[in-house]
């Protein structure tokens, strides 16, 4: 059984069967400053577990819990209250610590890639600090490590699902100018500072990625590619 009806949600489907419930309907805007103490996604959560009938409880949480630096942000105390939760109310559970999803949603403006993409195609500008780093991971690369773990590893744990590789901000923003050959309309800061943490350890995810022979070669491109051709491909340059 599958909760929720989002990117994950939908790229979950193949995984769906009788003996796991993924609950992929969670509060995905990382960036609010604040979230009610008793939230529909709680709520869920405590129904679902209620009700729970053995089978395997998978939460999605966020990588962001690992860096003490973000404890006090609500978005984190929130996953992070989740997660004690679950540990201690479900009795066959994985909570999956992961990054920023990229696949087919563009009813989501909050992610990275959907906001790079709009401000490219409108001449919007941005602020970027070229030094930062993100990471992300195609959905359906998270789908794919997902189904190896279930098939050969432990339950009842909390693990990071990532990709093994992070990038700059820099290199981010040179891919998009280099597949759309376009410029942004940029704002170069300099600050140190950000707005989150992200301190990964991607041991897992790197032996995930070698035993579903998946590759981190040409990562930027290879998403854009996939998701984001409504600019006719004429104007593609990636």
Same mark, same amino acid.
Request: glycine residues 2%; negative net charge.
């Given at each position: 059984?599958?909760?929720?009806?989002?990117?994950l949600?939908?790229?979950?489907e193949?995984?769906?069967?009788?003996?796991?419930?993924?609950?992929?309907?969670?509060?995905?805007?990382?960036?609010?400053?604040?979230?009610?103490?008793?939230n529909f996604?709680?709520?869920?959560?405590?129904?679902?577990?209620?009700?729970?009938?053995?089978?395997?409880?998978?939460?999605?949480?966020?990588?962001?819990?690992?860096?003490?630096?973000?404890?006090?942000?609500?978005?984190v105390?929130?996953?992070?209250?989740?997660?004690?939760?679950?540990?201690?109310?479900?009795?066959?559970?994985?909570?999956?610590?992961?990054?920023?999803?990229?696949?087919?949603?563009?009813?989501?403006?909050?992610t #990275?890639?959907? *906001? @790079?993409?709009?401000?490219?195609?409108?001449?919007?500008?941005i +602020? $970027? &600090? %070229?030094?930062?780093?993100?990471?992300?991971?195609?959905?359906?690369?998270?789908?794919?490590? #997902?189904?190896? *773990? @279930?098939?050969?590893?432990?339950?009842?744990?909390i693990?990071? +699902? $990532? &990709? %093994?590789?992070?990038?700059?901000?820099?290199?981010?923003?040179?891919?998009?100018?280099?597949?759309?050959?376009?410029?942004?309309?940029?704002?170069?800061?300099?600050?140190?500072?950000?707005?989150?943490?992200?301190?990964?350890?991607?041991?897992?995810?790197?032996?995930?990625?070698?035993?579903?022979?998946?590759?981190?070669?040409?990562?930027?491109?290879?998403?854009?590619?996939?998701?984001?051709?409504?600019?006719?491909?004429?104007?593609?340059?990636?």
């Amino acid at each position: 059984m599958i909760v929720g009806r989002g990117l994950l949600a939908n790229a979950l489907e193949e995984l769906d069967d009788e003996s796991c419930l993924f609950y992929a309907n969670g509060i995905s805007n990382s960036i609010l400053e604040n979230i009610p103490k008793h939230n529909f996604e709680i709520q869920e959560i405590e129904e679902i577990a209620k009700k729970q009938q053995g089978e395997l409880f998978i939460y999605f949480s966020t990588s962001q819990v690992n860096s003490k630096a973000n404890h006090d942000r609500a978005y984190v105390k929130h996953k992070l209250y989740l997660e004690n939760f679950i540990a201690h109310n479900f009795a066959n559970y994985l909570i999956v610590r992961t990054t920023n999803l990229v696949g087919h949603n563009p009813w989501n403006t909050h992610t #990275l890639f959907n *906001y @790079l993409y709009h401000a490219i195609t409108v001449n919007q500008q941005i +602020i $970027v &600090n %070229p030094v930062l780093e993100r990471n992300f991971l195609d959905v359906s690369h998270l789908v794919s490590l #997902l189904k190896k *773990y @279930l098939e050969e590893y432990e339950r009842n744990k909390i693990i990071e +699902i $990532v &990709n %093994p590789i992070s990038f700059t901000m820099g290199e981010i923003v040179n891919k998009f100018e280099n597949c759309y050959s376009k410029k942004f309309n940029v704002e170069m800061q300099k600050e140190a500072t950000d707005f989150a943490v992200f301190e990964l350890n991607p041991e897992l995810s790197q032996e995930l990625f070698e035993s579903c022979k998946l590759s981190t070669l040409n990562y930027i491109t290879r998403l854009l590619k996939k998701y984001y051709l409504s600019i006719p491909m004429e104007k593609l340059n990636c």
